[in-house]
Each structure stands twice: as C-alpha cells, then as structure tokens.
C-alpha cells in the first residue's frame, strides 16, 4: 500500500491498522478507530486517509463527514485507479482508464449530491438533505448520471473500434505466427527488465508499480535456432480492483492467446509466495491457468543464498533462478522455455507439393522434421509444429 502510494506520489506520514470480521457498516473501522484516526490526521496533518481495501460509497461518505472537508478519503481502487490513469499511453490503455474510473464513479455519485446539497442550502447536514433541496440535488445528479452514462457508451464505442482494428491484426498475423510467451507476474517483479535483456528493447522499467500497462511485443531469438515471440504486459496485485480487470480484460485476454507463460516472480520480495497466489489467482480469473507455464525467479543478484529463499517456495512449473539485471541465469531459462516450447508442438505428417517452397521452409524454421521423403510430386514430412501452424497446413494433411 506504500508502494501504491509512493508510486501516485503521496507522501505516507502515519499507518494504522484494526482487525474485524466484518466492517462497520457506517464508517468501515469501529467508532474508536476513527476518533484515533481523527487525532493522528490533526497531530500529522494529513490532508487524505487511504484505506487499504474497497469502500463502500456511504463508508467514504460518513468518514469524509467525520474527519472533515478538508480531509479526502480514498480506497485501495481509486489509488489504483489513479496511478493506472497517469502511466497509460496509448489510445487504448488511456480509453480503457478513463472507463473503469467512470464506472467506478457512478455508484459514488450521491456524495456530489450531499454536497450540492450543502451549498445550496447551508444546513441539511447528513445525507437526509432538507425537503426543499432534493429537487435541485436530483436534478444535478441526474444530469451527471446521464451524462457519465453518455461518456461510457461513447467511450465503448471507442474501444469496441480501437479493438476490431487490433483484432483484424491479430487473426491476420496469428496464421504465420511466431510461439508467444507471455510474460507474467506481479508489479515490479522485473517483466520489462527481463524483455529488455531478452530482447535489446527498451520498454520502460522503474522502480514503481504498473509501470507498463500497455502491451509490447518482441522477437527473441532462442538458443536452438527458433524464434519466439515475447510480450510484455501490466503487473498483477492482490485485490486487483475488478474496474481494471474489466476494462483490461481485452489487453488480458491475449494473455490467454499464448503458447506459454513467463511467470516473473521477485525472489527477493518478502511476500513472494503470496504475490505468486495473487498471480495465479488472478490467471484464473483470465481463463489463463491451463496454459504451460515456466517460472523465473528474478532479483538472484540481490541474494547471498538464494536456494534457500527459492526452497519456501511452493512452485509447480520449472523454475529458473535469474538475474535481469545482470543476466545471471538467462541463458538456462531460455533452454528451459524452448524445451518447453518444443514439447507442445503436435506431431504431423503431411506432404508438401513442389512449388510450396514457402510451406517448407516454413515448417523446418517452425517446427520439426524428423523424417523427409522426396516423391515425384512434393515432400513427404513427419514431423512436429507448433499448433497455431496446423490450419496453414491443413491442406497438405496426410494420414
Ligand atoms: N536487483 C535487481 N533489480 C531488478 C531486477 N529486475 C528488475 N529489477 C528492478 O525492479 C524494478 C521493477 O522492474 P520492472 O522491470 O519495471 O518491473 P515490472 O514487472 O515490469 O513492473 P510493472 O510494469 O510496474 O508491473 C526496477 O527498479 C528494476 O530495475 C533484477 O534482476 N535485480
Ligand atoms: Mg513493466
């Protein structure tokens, strides 16, 4: 939550922290916490409290009315939800934003109208409002409501546009497709480190949370000869808000378009094994856990011992121990990914006329031969590719 906060840059002067088994159903901690929590905000000067889980719109509004009008009161979402405004870039990313903040908004609209209602009238306290005051209060929330209501649909619109172009892309590429890996893991494990040293690209890595949010793709080249695809994406975190996995869900879901999953995980992180849980989890909600998955233990650099930080570690794919800083283990999880990546062609036989040289040459880059036979009209193959070639290939089937 400091690193939330650090990276939206907010300075943290004071934390505290209660245990319930269900939350105040008016100001979310119990009546004692907030009185502390009033002190600490006059004794430190805060001007906001930011509570580490999701409020719900009257929680936000009874403690805004407690702690006072100068005091703002945010939940884990918006914080979330403004730092994923401020690092997105490209069209997509930025529409994708400015959706989930809006549908976030909507339920929370009523505060405005407690505090339209304020001005106008100078007394009605308490979100009752005064007789005389609904009319205009409703008046003003309706026309946000509908105009927020107006901004979505064009807003999906949009998207729906941004998405169909990318879509004819894809569908285009995906037939003479290179194998994808999809890099994975949580915020600031090392995914946009590790692609750099992968690949000589410069996607931008820094010390903060959701520092990548838009996807980017590039080529590697492996140690057997073949060439995959790595693609780069945003960071996981536990309590993902569910506004942004929404609105992400198309970014995410090419995630499930991979061969395989690079999960990144930050060795060093004291709360690694849990961050690995939030992956996962995350990974199934995407629809993306039955993909094969390799796993990088990142951050080695910065161990004396790292078997026994990597031994605590319930993992269940291979694991390689890595540095993508130094490059310290690099090489072994490319061998390892490759291994992995030739275990999942399917095996074919198929006999390729003369005058498709393209499909051939196709095949011994992509795939496998174990056995070719010249006949009098084409090349007869057995061997392996990769399954997002078999329809290029159907043709030329035979069994
Ligand atoms: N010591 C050390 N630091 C690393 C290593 N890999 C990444 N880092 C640092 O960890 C921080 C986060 O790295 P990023 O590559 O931006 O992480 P990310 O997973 O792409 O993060 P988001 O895009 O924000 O989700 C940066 O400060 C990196 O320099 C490593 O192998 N060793
Ligand atoms: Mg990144």
Redesign the pocket.
């Known amino acids: 939550m400091t690193r939330l906060a650090d990276t939206a840059g907010i300075d943290v002067v004071g934390q505290t922290f209660q245990r319930f088994d269900k939350p105040n159903a008016a100001t979310y901690i119990g009546g004692g916490k907030v009185a502390e929590v009033k002190t600490l905000i006059e004794e430190l000067q805060a001007d906001m409290v930011i509570f580490d889980d999701e409020l719900s719109p009257r929680h936000q509004r009874e403690l805004e009315e407690i702690f006072g009008e100068n005091v703002k009161v945010i939940d884990r979402t918006a914080l979330i939800l403004d730092i994923f405004a401020q690092?997105a870039h490209t069209r997509e990313g930025k529409l994708q934003v400015e959706l989930a903040q809006l549908e976030y908004r909507v339920p929370r609209l009523t505060r405005m109208w407690t505090h339209l209602a304020r001005q106008a009238g100078g007394r009605a306290g308490g979100a009752t409002g005064g007789v005389g005051l609904r009319g205009p209060g409703e008046t003003q929330l309706e026309t946000d409501r509908r105009e927020i209501g107006r901004r979505i649909s064009q807003i999906k619109e949009e998207l729906d546009g941004v998405r169909a172009h990318r879509e004819r892309h894809r569908s285009k590429r995906q037939q003479t497709e290179l194998q994808v890996v999809a890099?994975v893991?949580?915020?600031?494990?090392?995914?946009?480190?590790?692609?750099?040293?992968l690949s000589g690209a410069d996607?931008?890595?820094?010390?903060?949370?959701?520092?990548?949010?838009d996807p980017t793709t590039r080529k590697v080249n492996m140690p057997g000869g073949r060439e995959l695809l790595f693609t780069?994406t945003?960071?996981?975190i536990q309590k993902l808000p569910t506004q942004i996995v929404a609105a992400f869900r198309a970014t995410l879901e090419e995630i499930g378009d991979a061969d395989l999953l690079l999960h990144?995980v930050?060795v060093?992180h004291p709360n690694a094994a849990e961050q690995i849980e939030a992956v996962e989890d995350t990974l199934s909600e995407l629809e993306a856990d039955h993909l094969p998955m390799v796993i990088a233990l990142?951050?080695?650099?910065?161990l004396s011992n790292p078997e026994e930080a990597v031994a605590e570690l319930e993992l269940d794919a291979p694991a390689v121990l890595?540095?993508?800083?130094?490059g310290?283990g690099i090489d072994q999880l490319l061998v390892t990914i490759e291994a992995a990546m030739v275990s999942l062609l399917k095996p074919i036989e198929v006999h390729i006329p003369y005058d498709r040289g393209d499909l051939l040459s196709l095949f011994y880059e992509r795939g496998q031969v174990d056995q070719e036979k010249h006949t009098g009209t084409g090349v007869h193959l057995f061997g392996r590719l990769p399954a997002r070639l078999l329809p290029a290939f159907a043709p030329f089937r035979s069994e």
Do not use: C, E, P, W
């Open positions: 690092h890099i893991g949580y915020t600031n494990a090392g995914k946009s480190t590790l692609l750099n040293k996607v931008l890595a820094a010390d903060m949370l959701f520092a990548t949010l780069d945003v960071g996981f990144v930050d060093t990142n951050k080695a650099d910065r890595v540095s993508a800083r130094t310290q």
